[in-house]
């Protein structure tokens, strides 16, 4: 049958006939963060895969859309005290205060292994104020084996690092002087810890982001009532995991529509579906972050998951899922 | 290099009041693991509790491709393991982590407590596979509030090697601490073989004591840690311990190792969780 | 033993001489909110108990501390279509879109069963302005049978429903203006959707709330891959459940830091340990919500375990609990 | 009046692939559940999933105490379930929302599928339990993909009342749709007994053909309807149905039901399971 021959109103189809076609073929994952190209939409987010090295034991990194590394700053950190983590329903808390080697022995003896392993690296850094994002945006920009550059504007975890995503002059300006100090393509990665996070996002874009992703941990806490003190020498701490993903959808959802760059989508994801959710709601690419710990080869199998999907449900590419929620004739427009 | 696997459930049996030993059908875990090395343990379809409960590997046979760990019921997760049967599967990954380093001269104190017992029996099981020289000079100190809290004596027993136990009520063995036994022992072995490498496993404070005699008595001492652990292999830094900054001159038996003042954190799953005892800050 | 020959340090004890005393009589759980006096600190949360008679059904309502009554508008309001609910990891999502039989049935229909129940009822409402809220607080002011009237600033799921408590100007001027117009206490119910929920809190103090509760529902969506279609008919809807305590007991813990008044803690209690959570963290009393749809009679279960934790640890009154959370010398303050 | 109620688990039974039946020993429950009536079932530590699952009461047996439902596996809870084994408990409360209305005269039809037929075999082994002449007015029309998806059919047949099957692949019984048996067994009951009251319980598209079957045959109607149910007590507003305003003038036999133009929500949980299907407005 000709595809001339297929009804013509395509609304009504689970499958158009483009689709059909696209799908005889194994469906292409190849997806555009800006202008980075990656292999596929599914990378591990900072902070739960280290710098790639104890990954690659379980995961062939050449394999994934991305490995973006943990937050790098200008000197070393040695984080907080322990407790770091705990459990919570469905999710985990996390205090880690930024423990990292420093930018420079990033460069010196993390990104050597990285390259070796064929990975796409995005390269996560935080500053304490604006010049230090620029300068260290600066600092990766000579650098081989780098192929974007996220921003973590929105840690919880350290004394401030919260300013920089709840004030959308702050990520502009941040956005801005990143952009100045690089040729590399630069993703904020905004808090969900805002009132707004649309205009938070706009402002990262009016910066010259080359896409957003969200969401970061939302702020949480625990208490242990045997001993009455709270379960993070930290107190507070980042809640990431399942729990949180019906909020990083809505966030995703909500940015989606209101920015034109890429959005990725960061959150709970765990399988294959939770992937899709994020895409079907409009983002590009996704994150898998807390999953690894529950099984380090989780990102594979979110991957092998999509792809299965795209070629039971005849889809070309990747791309034909970005944005595909379907709506009501009558949508409730959206409080904001 | 550790592997992810949907194990299938072979036995599961309760050998002491709460404490059940589970074995799982893991051929690549079993191939290597290590005594010290520990897997991760998963419900394969756990999202609350959603991180996996980190355990030692307490045997591994190489030829069935099997792993057994020893698990005491403290919580959400441990709890909703003893439902598990033989039949269903577990998601287990692993090994993980560096081993006790074994020497293959000199004597050896094996003491612990609880569940620090696991990965003993293996390193004891380990000493009694070797030449009876060493199986001699391999003593084993297990201590428990009570004499049936007391773990795998049966099979510390078969393993040739010299235990000795001690209960709080003396209900059985030595009336007090098992650290008492200690320091005889390291002057007895001491006397006889020249050097001692003691391995421990259990409470902090069991630990601590031991550390502080090997200290004291200027024999090495390797710890094995515990600390909550969300990846168990190394990527999330969740799971540190602050250490003193080592270093180290020549090798085997004659290397010499000190510790700078400068503290850090290293990760009990991945630097560990076995440690050189000197290395450990005790006091944080 | 008197209680002169115990240690003087009682920060090191974890049974204060005051407590073993007090411990000895069966513990009171009487507690204050301003003005108000409740038997107990455990309430059901609004809209997770509808106006009574069916809750009735599984629990004396005379047992509990108060019934926070299903939010009423001015006029009757039929609610978003269905489906209104889906599930979630450990929590679920909502998008009633405020279901009610309108103030002057909740007046004529639905309050004399309370009353007659003995039930300690505050009423919960809701305006589409600050004139509103303050006809409705007025409306209920001569009715007898009110204890006090909660302000639902933070119904996610209405159109405009956001805007009053993520903003401390109308939040300050809503609150001003049902205190001018009933003498009832009034509590402030707070979104947690908000970047700096202290700020929140303080301006619904200033305009004259005698209490602020906290929190509502986290804005969240979730999407059926099957479909392609979101699983709540408006699309979004609010987040509740065990998956949401870890947010809400940190922002229950710097509310309480930060204002005077007392504080009533809502966000995923299933247990008595997750309520005597929110006590340690500075709640004067909480709401148990979502978990009222697992097991009718957990609000009865929460209350007795409090009451048997008093027991075991020497408790006299539940004051002795609020806020004892207990932190290590060197707390790094919180970023906000 | 409900309870709230830690249940033994009695038995636990595959009747059909994917489909188990469930004995639980609840006895305020067992002592009042009426057909068309529900449990709220969920595991006594469930946080996810959280929220407990609706299931119709198949069987009260009053003297014993015990519940049966019969469930199929369909997501994550009833996965769950499966594992649940005797010696263990389960929480669940009810009886919840309002039964089938029988009337002791005339001719009733009930008429089901798939899940749908637990309630129903409750309403055939009320009837059949009721006088001989009550028995015989009483037929039951089931329909399933295949034969070996079709449910308690022995259970039918023991309470003596017609049974007729239908299947899509005509494997057992008509081969074709239930609904397609409905219309001459109305006519017929109609011209022998007078009035004719349908039951129906299964998919929406089935219940939907029931229900305009019989507003064109003039005969009542009561469908037993489902929605996603967090409290299922009525107090959560989350499972609304579309229904028409009603009015009603008489009683029993006499009474006269009539449908304003008026829409609004009503609570399946509560304010049902069991509606007058001309309330109902089925295209929403
Ligand atoms: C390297 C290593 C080896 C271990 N070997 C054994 C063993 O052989 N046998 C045995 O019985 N136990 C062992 N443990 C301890 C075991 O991991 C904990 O008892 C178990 O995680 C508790 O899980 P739960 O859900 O029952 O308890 P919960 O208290 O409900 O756990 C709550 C959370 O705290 C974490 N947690 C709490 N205490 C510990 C702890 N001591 N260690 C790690 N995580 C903790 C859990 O992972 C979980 O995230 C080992 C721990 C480590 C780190
Ligand atoms: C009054 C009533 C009586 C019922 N009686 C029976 C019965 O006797 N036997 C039987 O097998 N099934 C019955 N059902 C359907 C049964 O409740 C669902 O199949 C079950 O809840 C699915 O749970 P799950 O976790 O396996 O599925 P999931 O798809 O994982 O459930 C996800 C969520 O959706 C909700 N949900 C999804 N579909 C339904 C549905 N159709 N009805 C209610 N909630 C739904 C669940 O409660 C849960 O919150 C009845 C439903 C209602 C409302
Ligand atoms: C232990 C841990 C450490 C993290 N460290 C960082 C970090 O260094 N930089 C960063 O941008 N995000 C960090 N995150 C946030 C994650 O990248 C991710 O945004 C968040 O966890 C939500 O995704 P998830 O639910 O899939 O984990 C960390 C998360 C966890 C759990
Ligand atoms: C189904 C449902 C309906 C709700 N309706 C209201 C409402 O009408 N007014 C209101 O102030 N809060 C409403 N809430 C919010 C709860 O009162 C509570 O603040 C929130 O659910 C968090 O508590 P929980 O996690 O214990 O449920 C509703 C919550 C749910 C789940
Ligand atoms: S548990 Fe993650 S680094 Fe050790
Ligand atoms: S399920 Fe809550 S009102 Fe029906």
Chains 1, 3 share one sequence.
């Not at chain 2, 592997?3 to 191939?31: D, G, N």
């Amino acid at each position: 049958m000709s595809s001339d021959q297929l009804p013509v109103n395509s609304d009504q189809l689970l499958v158009t006939p483009h689709q059909q076609r696209a799908g005889r073929d194994a469906p292409s994952l190849q997806i555009h963060i800006g202008p980075l190209c990656l292999r596929n939409p599914v990378m591990t987010a900072s902070g739960t895969c280290g710098y790639g090295e104890e990954l690659a034991e379980f995961v062939p990194l050449d394999k994934l859309g991305a490995i973006v590394t943990k937050t790098v700053t200008r000197h070393p950190r040695e984080g907080n005290p322990p407790p770091r983590v705990c459990e919570t329903a469905a999710g985990m808390l996390n205090a880690i205060g930024l423990q990292n080697v420093g930018i420079e022995r990033f460069i010196s003896d993390k990104l050597p292994f990285l390259r070796d392993a064929g990975a796409t690296v995005i390269a996560n850094i935080a500053g304490e104020d604006v010049a230090e994002f620029a300068e260290l945006a600066r600092r990766l920009d000579g650098v081989g084996g780098v192929a974007a550059i996220e921003l973590n504007l929105s840690c919880p975890n350290v004394a401030g690092g919260l300013d920089f995503s709840t004030d959308p002059q702050l990520t502009e300006a941040t956005c801005a002087a990143v952009k100045a100090a690089t040729r590399l393509p630069v993703i904020a990665k905004l808090s969900p810890n805002v009132t707004d996070i649309v205009a938070i996002a706009r402002a990262a874009v009016a910066g010259g982001a080359d896409a957003v992703s969200l969401i970061n941990t939302l702020v949480g806490m625990a208490i242990d009532v045997k001993t009455r003190r709270p379960k993070l020498a930290n107190v507070t701490g980042g809640l990431s995991g399942p729990a949180i993903k019906p909020v990083a959808l809505r966030m995703v959802y909500q940015v989606a529509q209101a920015v034109s760059v890429p959005v990725i989508g960061i959150g709970g994801i765990m399988t294959a579906e939770d992937a899709l959710e994020f895409l079907l709601a409009g983002a590009s690419a996704v994150q898998v972050g807390t999953a690894t710990f529950t099984n380090p080869r989780v990102s594979l199998d979110v991957l092998e998951g999509i792809e299965r999907w795209m070629q039971e449900n005849g889809m070309g590419s990747v791309q034909e899922i970005v944005g595909g929620l379907r709506l009501a004739e009558h949508v409730p427009t959206l409080a904001r | 290099m550790p592997s992810v696997i949907s194990a299938p459930i072979l036995a599961h049996r309760e050998v002491a009041p709460r404490h059940f030993v589970l074995t799982l059908h893991a051929p690549p875990i079993a191939a290597s693991a290590q005594p010290g090395q520990f897997v991760q343990v998963r419900g394969v379809d756990w999202v609350d509790p959603l991180l996996p409960r980190p355990f030692s590997v307490m045997r591994a046979h190489r030829d069935k491709g099997d792993i057994e760990i020893l698990y005491r019921v403290v919580g959400k997760g441990t709890a909703l393991m003893t439902r598990w049967q033989p039949g269903g599967n577990a998601q287990v990954f692993g090994p993980l982590g560096k081993p006790f380093q074994l020497f293959p001269y000199g004597a050896r104190v094996l003491i612990g407590g609880g569940v620090g017992i696991p990965p003993l029996l293996m390193l004891a099981e380990q000493c009694g596979r070797r030449p009876e020289a060493m199986r001699a000079a391999t003593v084993v100190l297990q201590g428990a509030r009570t004499a049936d809290q007391l773990l795998c004596v049966e099979d510390f027993q078969r393993t040739g090697v010299t235990l000795e136990l001690a209960t709080d009520d003396g209900s059985t063995g030595h009336h007090g601490l098992v650290t008492d036994l200690l320091k005889p022992h390291i002057s007895r072995l001491q006397a006889r073989y020249g050097t001692v490498e003691v391995f421990t496993c259990g409470p902090m404070a069991m630990m601590r004591a031991v550390a502080e005699t090997c200290r004291d008595g200027g024999v090495g001492c390797q710890v094995c840690l515990e600390a909550p652990m969300p990846c168990g292999f190394g990527v999330c830094m969740g799971c540190v311990v602050k250490v003193r900054g080592a270093w180290e001159i020549g090798q085997g038996s004659r290397r010499i190792k000190g510790w700078t003042m400068e503290r850090h954190y290293k990760r009990v799953c991945h630097d560990g969780p076995v440690f050189d005892a000197n290395e450990v800050v005790w006091d944080e």
